[in-house]
C-alpha cells in the first residue's frame, strides 16, 4: 500500500483529491477509491513523495495524540455521509484505513469523563465558511489561534486547548465566542455540555476521506494560505498547535452565565411531574433552543437545521404559539423536556433533574453522572494499557 503527499500527476492507483479551494473541488473529477491521496496542484511544489506502510506510524500518532478523545469505541462514516459507533477498542489499523482513505473516522469531542480538548465550529455553506474565516481573522488580532479546515459544504474553525475541561465549560467558551462576534448560522461542538447514554456528538477527523466526495480537506490560515504545502507537513504541524490563552478562554467564557453551584442533591421522583409543568411554564421552547440550534425567524416561529440527524436543508422548526418543536423528517417534537431527552440522550426523570437545575438554580446529582463515572473507572486499565502499548511501538519506530 502506497501513501502519496504533495502535488503533481493523478497516480497510477485511483486517488482522492486534497481539496484546498471550493471551485478546485469542481475542477477536479470524483475518484471514489481512495487508495492514495495527493495534494491539488494549488497546494505546492511539484514533488510526490512515496511513503512506506512504515512510516504511517508517525502521522497516524499526531492523529492519535491530538483528536482521538476516546478509545474503547470509535465512530465511521459509511457511504451516505453519516456515521455509526462502533463499541470497539480504537486501534492502530483503523487510523492507517482512515489517512489511506479505506475508512472514514469522526473524532468525538468528549471522553469518557465528559471533558474537551478542543472545540469545533461548524459550517455548512460557502457563507459560512466566510464567516467563520473572518472570527479567525478576528481571533489572530487578540492572539488567539484558530485552525481553519474546509469540509464538504462549507468548513471548521478548530479552537484546541492547553489543558481538557468540561464540557459544559468548552461550550460556554464556544458560545461566547459566537454572542460576542454575533456569529449567526455555524454550529459549535460540542453539542453536549456532559454524557448521557451516549458518547456525544464527534466530527469528521482530520485528513480522512468524505465518503460522499472521495476527497479529502486540508486546513488553511487566517489569511487563506494552505497550513502548510503537504499533507504530511500539515499532519506534523498539527502536532503541537497553538492552543487558546487561558486568560481568552476566561473572557469569552464569562459571557456565558454559569449554573449557580449546589444545594440539593435529589429530586424526589414523586415531584417530577409538578417540577415538569413548571419548567414549561419558566422557559419557552423558542427561548430555550435557540440556545443550541441556530434559527430563523418565521411567521410562525423559526426554522433551522435539525440536530438530531445530518439535515441539508431546514427541517427543524418551533411553533411559538404552540410552544413545541419538530422535526419534518422524523426525528420527533414536543416540549422543551422532550429536546432536553434528545439533546442529552437522557430519561425523562434525569431530564426534569437536568432542566430543573438551569431553570431553578438547583443542584442535582444525576444518575447517569454517576453511573458514567463508575463504567469508566472499570475500563480506564484496560483502554490505558491498549492506549500505552501502541503509543510506544510507535514511539520506538519514529526514534521518539
Known sequence: MAFFFGSGGVPRKTAFVFVSTLSEAHRFPLLRAPRVCYAGAAMASPERLLVPDTELSRPALVLAQRFVQRWDLYARQVDDGSYVCVHEILNVGLLFGHLRGEITLGAYLLNQEGEARFLVLDADDLQGWERLGHLAGVLAGESIPAYLERSRRGGHLWLFLAQAVAGSEARAFGLGLLRAHQVQGVELFPKQE????GPGSLIRMPFGVHRLTGRCYGFYTADGSPLAPTLREQIYALKTPETVPEAAFETYRSFVPPQTVAVVTELPEELTGTVSERIKAKV???????????????????????PFHDDH????????????????????????????MKWRECDFTTAVRQLAEMVFVLRVIPDYGQRQARAATLQQPLLRTVKQGWVQEFEVQCGL
Open 194 to 197: 456532559g454524557l448521557a447514554d
Open 284 to 306: 419557552t421552547v423558542l427561548e430555550f433552543v435557540s440556545q443550541y440550534v441556530d434559527l430563523k425567524p418565521t411567521a410562525s416561529g423559526a426554522i433551522g437545521l435539525c
Open 313 to 340: 436543508h431546514p427541517s427543524f422548526g418551533v411553533n411559538a404559539e404552540g410552544n413545541y418543536w419538530h422535526c419534518w423528517a422524523g426525528c420527533g417534537g414536543g416540549s422543551v423536556i422532550d429536546f432536553w
